[in-house]
């Protein structure tokens, strides 16, 4: 299972961001929290994130940090065997960003040149990193230009927000002239190399740009729900030849980081908006596994079974799916991540018969327990 979009670092924000619309949500909660992580919240965060996604499946993920702290995010990800493309956020603007979080210009692009230094490639190229502005509205044209610069010169991925939610395209609008995803195709982000995460409010023009451009989509339909952003049009964006996959989003805005979730919610929600057999559980599962593969341009390592191909998959007790129907249909329909047993990443076994290698569960829940109040306090939300 591959996730094309999650924030590890807000796993200990669970809880903390209810209720509020995506722009109310960053500048009222999650951006006062990211900037209060120290190195010991920060590490916790990470850790508790990635045993989730571990016992529930994921074998790959791609992950946007905040604006700092990217080392720490780096070392748990290479010490949990789990294989990631990870970046540390970028933000040299916006409106209500915390001074902890706003950068400049320059110290953001080589913040991100000094990580790539020290992990793109990590452990025979099972981490690797990917240039994360976060959205338009905190990134300078200056800045986006030069990052589309950067990753084409170096064959990087880029990892971005765009098209979330209906205010967010409106500001965009009105800042930039532009629909979001136009305006990242003007600067150059939009590219066979980037992943756009949401994807929900595209019209039919940027739906051609998107595709024209070999942009991926990371169709995240449980925090859109749970957001009240909307409900992204995926058979549409499948039908223009934009490759979409799955992701959980975080979990200040899912709680839940389980990949199958994502996948059983993405069907019924296309079908909602196109009618039966619109996405059946066979193209979810697809999504979920060689289409995220392809989005993050690892397809050609992972993403199916084969002889030529990483030993990362699964294995499932089929006595914990729901009997009858297709394969696809009781993975999907019928039991997803209860079913997992083991989870097994490059050639090791990081999960066996539900129990993870490298990580103790109560270890990783103790120190999210002690970490989660003290980073409240220092982000002073009631």
């Not at 920060?42 to 996604?53: I, K």
């Not at 994807?199 to 023009?205: E, I, L, Q, S």
Request: net charge neutral; aromatic share 4%; hydrophobic share 45%.
């Amino acid at each position: 299972l591959v996730q094309t979009h999650v924030h590890l670092v807000q796993t200990l924000f669970r809880g903390l961001a209810e209720d509020l619309s995506l722009l109310e949500w960053l500048r009222r909660r999650v951006w006062p929290l990211e900037a209060a992580h120290d190195e010991t919240s920060l590490r916790a965060s990470v850790r508790l994130g990635l045993l989730d996604l571990l016992v529930t499946g994921t074998t790959t993920v791609l992950d946007m940090g905040t604006t700092h702290g990217g080392d720490v995010v780096a070392e748990e990800i290479v010490r949990s065997g789990i294989r990631a493309r990870f970046g540390q956020a970028m933000m040299d603007a916006g409106e209500g960003v915390p001074p902890k979080l706003k950068e400049t210009t320059r110290g953001s692009l080589d913040a991100s040149a000094a990580l790539i230094t020290r992990w793109h490639g990590q452990d025979g190229g099972r981490v690797g990193y990917a240039y994360a502005p976060r959205f338009a509205l905190s990134c300078t044209r200056e800045l986006l230009e030069a990052v589309a610069t950067l990753a084409k010169m170096g064959g990087m991925l880029v990892h971005t927000h765009s098209n979330e939610d209906a205010a967010e395209r409106k500001l965009i609008g009105s800042v930039t002239g532009r629909a979001p995803a136009a305006y990242l195709y003007d600067v150059g982000i939009a590219s066979e190399r980037a992943v756009f995460a949401h994807g929900v409010h595209v019209d039919a023009d940027e739906r051609a740009l998107l595709a024209a451009s070999g942009t991926a989509i990371a169709h995240c339909p449980s925090s859109n729900l749970k957001l009240g952003a909307g409900i992204a049009d995926v058979p549409a964006l499948r039908a223009a030849g934009i490759t979409v996959g799955l992701g959980a989003d975080g979990a200040a805005c899912n709680t839940r980081l389980d990949a199958f979730e994502e996948a059983r919610r993405a069907a019924p929600l296309a079908r909602a908006r196109a009618g039966p057999g619109a996405l059946t559980a066979l193209d979810a599962l697809r999504m979920a596994t060689v289409d995220g593969a392809r989005a993050l341009r690892m397809d050609d390592q992972i993403g199916t079974l084969a002889v030529d191909r990483r030993a990362d998959l699964i294995v499932l007790d089929a006595e914990r799916l729901a009997p009858g129907g297709d394969p696809a249909t009781r993975i999907v329909f019928g039991g997803g991540s209860r079913a997992v047993r083991d989870v097994i990443v490059d050639g090791q076994v990081l999960v066996r018969l539900g129990r993870p290698a490298r990580l103790d569960p109560a270890e990783v829940h103790a120190r999210a327990a002690e970490a989660a109040p003290r980073l409240v306090a220092r982000a002073g939300i009631a």
